[in-house]
Nanobody
């Protein structure tokens, strides 16, 4: 089994920064993709960013230049550094892990950006 535990969410003012972390545990294969989705109230879940085990990254257009995804393979942990936060970044952020044709999800962490 695989477990994902997120941390780092909270309340921040517009223009501020937050760093999310997600630690994966259990049967983790060396080849995988870690990433983040988010879901705002009344909206569909959308991809924020992802990173492969080789370090290739992919970002949503809305987060390019403001968010940075990174990972520590030794710790099976993925990070999301979020800068210049906007009101529209308010959402529940979900970490995920793709490996061996399966996707695992974290429980989600709330990010609220206030004016």
């Amino acid at each position: 089994q695989v477990q994902l535990v997120e941390s780092g969410g909270g309340l921040v003012q517009a223009g501020g920064s937050l760093r999310l972390s997600c630690a994966a545990s259990g049967s983790i294969f060396s080849i995988n993709t870690l990433g983040w989705y988010r879901q705002a109230p009344g909206k569909q879940r959308e991809l924020v960013a992802d990173i492969t085990s080789h370090g290739s990254t992919n970002y949503a257009d809305s987060t390019k230049g403001r968010f940075t995804i990174s990972r520590d393979n030794a710790k099976n942990t993925v990070y999301l550094q979020m800068n210049s936060l906007k009101l529209e970044d308010t959402a529940v952020y979900y970490c995920y892990l793709d490996q061996v044709l399966r996707r695992y999800w974290g429980q989600g962490t709330q990010v609220t950006v206030s004016s």
